[in-house]
């Protein structure tokens, strides 16, 4: 899966290398930043893979500088970060590949930071609403269920966005959370990324999470996005969907009758973690 990728916590970074005017630091967070003077704008390919997997992520930038914040959310381990320029077409020629290793004493805390996929930061209107939101209730389960009512009463899903890219063109697509804040509408993608920038924001440990569910909403074929988040009280990872929530909503279901929680049975087959 390849997305096309147009921090929050202020922590110390360590220069791992440096060559063919590639810079790769690494956060400390659970992320590394990519810096590459691409003056000519070249699409630039950038992929992380954690050692003993077959599992790689593939992050594409085309800025003129190019600064990069790459997530590596397959938990603690060593990760390979290769960056690529563009020749033509589908073909890239490689530029530097590191070693990276990720030894976070909590490795749920890099699902706290700001990322390619998930960015934001406390001056975004959409983090300052979760914050705002959040200090009306106690508990951070209350917090989640604060949030997650204002999205699903407040969103809409955005069917013509979704056929312009739904011929392949979502494979390349990144949510921007200030867009999405604003207009009020978005694809999974959108609202997942709006919900775990929002949800992190108040120190919630949320990952964006991409697949193919199947429960009676979905046939296990459809590629979906939801939240799967770490629930402090609960001691465990649970999972929300409101894209699926917010369609059900405006399709005049009663919020009272939706759930919150989703099974794990029903959101099994999973594809990417962010």
Same mark, same amino acid.
């Given at each position: 899966?390849?997305?096309?990728?147009?921090?929050?916590?202020?922590?110390?970074?360590?220069?791992?290398?440096?060559?063919?005017?590639?810079?790769?630091?690494?956060?400390?967070?659970?992320?590394?930043?990519?810096?590459?003077?691409?003056?000519?704008?070249?699409?630039?390919?950038?992929?992380?893979?954690?050692?003993?997997?077959?599992?790689?992520?593939?992050?594409?930038?085309?800025?003129?500088?190019?600064?990069?914040?790459?997530?590596?959310?397959?938990?603690?381990?060593?990760?390979?970060?290769?960056?690529?320029?563009?020749?033509?077409?589908?073909?890239?020629?490689?530029?530097?590949?590191?070693?990276?290793?990720?030894?976070?004493? @909590?490795? !749920? #805390?890099?699902?706290?930071?700001?990322?390619?996929?998930? $960015?934001?930061? /406390? %001056?975004?209107?959409? &983090?300052?609403?979760?914050?705002?939101?959040?200090?009306?209730?106690?508990?951070?389960?209350?917090?989640?269920?604060?949030?997650?009512?204002?999205?699903?009463?407040?969103?809409?899903?955005?069917?013509?966005?979704?056929?312009?890219?739904?011929?392949?063109?979502?494979?390349?697509?990144?949510?921007?959370?200030?867009?999405?804040?604003?207009?009020?509408?978005?694809?999974?993608?959108?609202?997942?990324?709006?919900?775990?920038?929002?949800?992190?924001?108040?120190?919630?440990?949320?990952?964006?999470?991409?697949?193919?569910?199947?429960?009676?909403?979905? @046939?296990? !074929? #459809?590629?979906?996005?939801?939240?799967?988040?770490?629930? $402090?009280?609960? /001691? %465990?990872?649970?999972? &929300?969907?409101?894209?699926?929530?917010?369609?059900?909503?405006?399709?005049?279901?009663?919020?009272?009758?939706?759930?919150?929680?989703?099974?794990?049975?029903?959101?099994?087959?999973?594809?990417?973690?962010?």
């Amino acid at each position: 899966m390849f997305f096309l990728c147009f921090i929050v916590f202020m922590m110390p970074t360590v220069i791992v290398h440096a060559e063919n005017g590639v810079g790769i630091s690494d956060n400390r967070n659970g992320t590394i930043t990519v810096k590459y003077a691409n003056n000519n704008k070249i699409k630039i390919a950038i992929t992380v893979e954690k050692s003993g997997t077959n599992v790689k992520y593939n992050y594409f930038v085309q800025d003129k500088n190019v600064n990069a914040v790459i997530p590596m959310t397959l938990g603690n381990g060593n990760y390979t970060v290769s960056v690529l320029k563009n020749i033509e077409g589908n073909r890239y020629s490689p530029l530097f590949s590191k070693e990276v290793s990720l030894q976070l004493k @909590d490795y !749920k #805390s890099s699902y706290l930071t700001s990322n390619e996929m998930i $960015k934001w930061n /406390k %001056k975004n209107a959409a &983090i300052k609403k979760a914050n705002k939101i959040a200090k009306k209730y106690k508990g951070q389960l209350n917090k989640v269920k604060g949030i997650y009512k204002y999205l699903v009463t407040n969103y809409h899903y955005d069917y013509n966005k979704f056929a312009k890219n739904s011929n392949g063109n979502l494979s390349y697509y990144t949510p921007n959370i200030n867009t999405t804040y604003k207009t009020k509408k978005g694809i999974g993608y959108d609202i997942s990324a709006l919900t775990a920038s929002m949800l992190r924001s108040i120190g919630v440990q949320t990952k964006m999470v991409t697949g193919y569910p199947a429960n009676k909403y979905f @046939d296990g !074929k #459809s590629y979906h996005a939801w939240n799967v988040l770490y629930s $402090k009280e609960k /001691k %465990k990872w649970i999972i &929300i969907d409101v894209t699926c929530d917010m369609c059900l909503y405006e399709q005049k279901t009663k919020y009272k009758n939706l759930t919150m929680i989703k099974k794990a049975s029903q959101y099994s087959n999973i594809k990417y973690e962010y």
